[in-house]
C-alpha cells in the first residue's frame, strides 16, 4: 500500500534570519574597510613619490564617481536582501548575496590550477567525498573540509556523525548522518539549514537546482520521502509501506524514482515509482517480482535505469522499457551520469580479471573491454573512463578505436575516485586527496 499526502514538517530545524542579516552586513563593513585603507595607502605612496597633491581633478572625478556607484550598490543590495526575506527569497536569496561577496576574495584565484594534495586536519574514517562548485567536499566521522578549485579551504568544521554521506548539486551540499536522525545544507562556507527528524535517515539526494529528498519513515508508514525545495521548506511526504531502497529526484527537481522492495510470501518484489514533487502525483508504478534491485537513477531528463542483480533496465519517463541488458558476470562496481552509466563484472569469480561496460543514456552498449587487474573503484565522464585498478589509476578514452589506455602509478589504499565536470580527478584516501593528471 502506498499514499502520497503533504504534511507539515516535523522535528527541530534550525535557520536564523537575524544571524543572516549580521553577517551579511558584518562583511559589507569588512570590505570597505579594506577599500578605505588601500586608499590611503596609495594617496601615502603618492606624497612620499612626489606629488603635490594627493589626487588629480580627473582622479577626484573618477573617484567621485566610484564611491556614488559603491553607494548606489549598497543601497539595491540592501534592497533586494531585505525584500528576498520578506517574500520568500526563492529567486534571490540572502545566501546567494552573501555568497558572493565572501567569494570575491577567492575571484583571483580562478586560474590558478589544483594542487597536487589537499590535506585533511584529521585522519578520515567513514569519509565520503564529493565535487562541489568547482572544488573538493569531504566528509568523516571526526571533520567535514570544503575545498575550492585551487584548493583554499573554506570551511573546516568538527563532525559529530558516526556515518556522515555526502550529496551535492551546483549551489549547496547536504550532509546527512546515515543511520541517525541529523541532516545540514551548507554553502562553501556556512550551514545554511540543519535538521533533526523524528526517525534515522538511510539515504538522500539533492537536484542540480537545489532541491532535495531525505529517505526516512514516519509513525504510520515504513518508509517515506521527505522532499524540500530549495528554500529548505518541506514540500511533501511520499509514503509507502514497502522499504524504501532510495530516492533520487531529476536535475531540475520535477520528478523523484522511488525504489522499494518487498517480500511476498517469501520472494522479492521491486516497485519503482516515479512521482511528480510538489503535486504527489504518481507518474508511473511498475512491479518486478523476483528482482533484487541495488539502484535507480537518473541518466538525462527523461530517461532512469534501474541496475538489479539480474540486469540494467533503461526506462523512460511513462514507465516504458527502452533496453534490458542482462548480466553474464557478477556485478562488481556501477557509476551513473548524464552521458550514461558504467558497469564492471567478475567474469572469473577470483577477481583478477574485471569485465568493463559501458552504455548510453538509452541502455546501448558503447564499448566493452576487459582489464587484468581488480577494478575497486569507477567513473564515466563524457568520453573517458576512468578506472582504479591495483597500483595504477587508467583512463580509457571511448573515442580511440583501440582499447588503449594511460595510466598512473597510484598504491594508496581505502581510496575513492572523485571527477570534475571539465576531466580532472582526485583520488581520495582517508588522510589526503591526490590531484591526478594524464598529460
Known amino acids: 500500500m502506498k499514499k502520497a499526502k503533504r504534511t507539515r514538517q516535523n522535528g527541530d530545524n534550525e535557520i536564523s534570519t537575524l544571524g543572516k542579516i549580521f553577517l551579511f552586513f558584518k562583511s559589507l563593513k569588512e570590505r570597505f574597510g579594506k577599500l578605505r585603507i588601500v586608499k590611503r595607502t596609495i594617496e601615502k605612496q603618492k606624497e612620499l613619490a612626489g606629488y603635490e597633491g ?33 517574500f520568500g ?37 567513514n569519509q565520503d567525498f564529493s565535487c562541489f562548485k568547482g572544488g573538493l567536499a569531504v566528509v ?31 549551489s549547496y551540499a547536504l550532509i546527512y548522518d546515515r543511520g541517525n536522525r541529523s541532516f545540514s545544507v551548507y554553502n562553501s562556507f556556512v550551514s545554511l539549514y540543519s535538521e533533526t527528524l523524528d526517525f534515522p535517515i538511510s539515504s538522500a539526494h539533492m537536484a542540480d537546482n537545489g532541491s532535495f529528498c531525505i529517505v526516512t519513515k514516519n509513525k504510520n508508514y515504513g518508509s517515506c520521502v521527505k522532499t524540500y525545495g530549495n528554500d529548505f521548506k518541506l514540500l511533501s511526504e511520499y509514503s509507502k509501506n514497502d522499504y524504501i531502497i532510495s530516492a533520487e529526484m531529476s536535475a531540475n527537481g520535477k520528478y523523484m524514482v522511488v525504489l522499494s522492495l518487498e517480500s511476498l510470501n517469501g520472494n522479492a ?12 502525483k504518481l ?10 534491485p541495488y539502484s535507480a537513477s537518473f541518466i538525462s531528463k527523461d530517461r532512469i535505469v534501474l541496475i538489479s542483480k539480474e540486469s540494467a533496465v533503461v526506462f523512460d519517463i511513462n514507465g516504458n522499457v527502452k533496453n534490458e541488458y542482462k548480466f553474464t558476470g557478477r556485478l562488481m562496481n556501477a557509476d551513473v551520469s548524464d552521458d550514461g552509466f558504467l558497469l564492471s563484472f567478475d567474469e572469473t569469480s577470483t577477481g583478477k580479471v574485471s569485465l568493463v561496460s559501458v552504455f548510453d543514456e538509452n541502455g546501448h552498449l558503447k564499448r566493452s573491454f576487459r582489464t587484468d587487474d581488480a577494478v575497486f573503484d569507477m567513473k564515466l565522464n563524457g568520453d573517458f573512463v576512468y578506472l582504479l585498478c591495483d597500483r595504477e589509476i587508467r583512463r580509457y578514452n571511448l573515442n580511440s578505436v583501440s582499447n588503449e589506455f594511460k595510466s598512473v602509478p597510484f598504491d594508496e589504499e581505502s581510496a575513492k575516485l572523485a571527477v570534475f565536470e571539465e576531466g580532472d580527478i582526485m583520488a581520495c584516501t582517508p588522510t589526503v586527496a591526490y590531484y591526478i593528471s594524464f598529460n
Open 140 to 170: 568523516g566521522d571526526s571533520e567535514f573540509k570544503f575545498f575550492t578549485s585551487s584548493g583554499r579551504a573554506t570551511l573546516t568544521q568538527g563532525s559529530e556523525y558516526s556515518d556522515p554521506k555526502i550529496c551535492a548539486s551546483d
Open 54 to 86: 594627493a589626487e588629480s581633478p580627473v582622479e577626484t572625478k573618477i573617484s567621485l564617481g566610484f564611491w556614488i556607484a559603491r553607494i548606489i550598490a549598497v543601497i539595491l543590495l540592501s534592497l533586494i536582501l531585505v525584500l528576498s526575506l520578506l
Open 269 to 280: 518484489k521491486t516497485t519503482l515509482d516515479l512521482v511528480q514533487t510538489g503535486k504527489d
Open 283 to 292: 507518474k508511473f508504478s511498475v512491479e518486478l517480482p523476483g528482482v533484487m
Open 89 to 125: 527569497g526563492r529567486i534571490i536569496s540572502y545566501d546567494n548575496v552573501y555568497y558572493m561577496f565572501k567569494d570575491i576574495e577567492y575571484i583571483n584565484s580562478f586560474n590558478e590550477s589544483m594542487p597536487q594534495t589537499l590535506s585533511y586536519s584529521k585522519p578520515l574514517t
